[in-house]
């Protein structure tokens, strides 16, 4: 079995806001999702947005977080309490971060999804760093277009070396630099 190579995060919000629109655009077989508003805009806690009129609209928020650190479940919370004023009714809402994933976060999001079910409102998913690098392997041509750099040649030497090298060897450090 070979061992994936882990994609790094974006730098900055924006590109980590881009790079949300296309792997949910992907992933939720949605071309109507568009970046909603901007900066300094009421955007009630939505980044993402679906456009297409669809009854049940979908969203996303996106958070840029330390890769080593979780979302709180206040967080979280906040942000769902924020979409609910979305002024049309949401059927997904999604909180897409760079933070590690948590039980405490995948606690809040089960509890607050039984309480939207009982009352008729949307259903969160949580996209946290680890999914969307998934995400970013399943649709490989949106990974090879926002990380240019790693060409299949590039992946496949990395891959290969990766499996043939001892890890105490000192060479080991450098096929990843």
Known sequence: MALRFKNPPPANPD?????????????????????YGRRGERQHGVD???????????????????????????????????????????????????ARVSTQAQNAILLINQEHRQKGLFTVELFTWDRLDELLEEFTTIRDQVYRSRDATTRERTTRTHRTVKPAQPSASKVFQ
């Not at 590109?15 to 970046?35: G, I, Q, T, V």
């Not at 840029?64 to 979409?83: F, K, M, N, W």
Request: charged share 20%.
């Open 48 to 98: 993402i947005i679906d456009m297409s009129g669809a009854e049940a609209l979908r969203a996303a928020q996106c958070k840029l977080y330390d890769q080593s650190g979780t979302l709180p479940p206040a967080e979280i919370q906040a942000e769902v309490d924020a979409a609910k004023g979305f002024p049309l009714p949401l059927g997904v809402y999604a909180i897409c971060t760079t």
């Open 15 to 35: 590109d980590f806001e881009r790079l949300c629109l296309r792997l949910l655009k992907a992933h939720w077989n949605l071309p109507a999702l568009e970046l």
